[in-house]
């Protein structure tokens, strides 16, 4: 709870401290084989509002810290992004999501370009929802992107496939992915093609789960506890 205070009160100043301490920390932990982004041992599950050990407190202190930055000074903000953003690195990236989802606002077109520059990004998200950080800030930017940025995403999610969908066997969960990123997209914005795209995933897997989860890379669904 004090690093969380202090991420609210002193942002600047946790900032300073805690992201060169992270930044180092995925440097020297990340397993760095195989497509981009890549992962640490550190901080790769990550469960949304619950932290189990004083790693999680720092990472959930970094990010109110750069979500408050976000809404509050745009100049400050953009100054802490650029050590992170064109890292290879998840954690980083999740960071830089998380953030811009504090203010879509201002930063639905550049979280757009972000998405689509590196789209294995889609897949940044929670221990309990695989994609749940890249489908949240899609489901915010949507609906106030320019009409290019919108159709820039909605291009890059209609040739999207993770490697998990490829894998063989997986075949029942192919397209898996893309239903879940389309479902979260302002679709009132959608082309004929889009529209024509996320019917064909609904007769497939019904309607979207209330809550979904993927473990290994395979999907299970989770209904309504009532």
Excluded at 16 to 37: H, K, N, Q, R
Excluded at 155 to 178: A, C, I, V
Excluded at 191 to 205: G, Q
Aim: glycine fraction near 6%; hydrophobic fraction near 35%.
């Amino acid at each position: 709870r004090l690093l969380e205070a202090c991420a609210q009160n002193t942002t600047a100043r946790l900032l300073d401290e805690v992201m060169p301490f992270i930044i180092e920390v995925v440097e020297l932990t990340a397993v760095c084989e195989g497509p981009v982004p890549w992962r640490d041992p550190v901080w790769q599950y990550r469960s949304r509002g619950m932290h189990y050990s004083v790693d999680d407190h720092i990472l959930g202190a970094a990010e109110t810290a750069l979500q408050t930055l976000a809404k509050l000074s745009t100049e400050l903000f953009v100054s802490y992004i650029q050590r992170i953003k064109d890292t290879p690195y998840e954690t980083l990236d999740f960071l830089l999501m998380r953030a811009y989802s504090a203010n879509p606002n201002v930063y639905a077109d550049e979280s757009v370009d972000y998405l689509c520059d590196r789209p294995q990004r889609m897949e940044v998200g929670w221990l309990n929802s695989n994609r749940g950080v890249a489908a949240e800030l899609i489901k915010l930017t949507t609906p106030l992107c320019s009409r290019e940025r919108f159709a820039k995403l909605e291009e890059t999610l209609l040739t999207y496939f993770p490697d998990w969908e490829k894998r063989p066997g997986n075949g029942d969960y192919w397209g898996w992915s893309q239903y879940g990123l389309l479902q979260s997209c302002d679709q009132e914005r959608f082309s004929d093609k889009a529209k024509r795209k996320l019917e064909e995933w609904r007769r497939k897997y019904g309607e979207w789960p209330e809550r979904e989860t993927i473990t290994g890379g395979m999907a299970q669904l989770v209904g309504s506890p009532i």
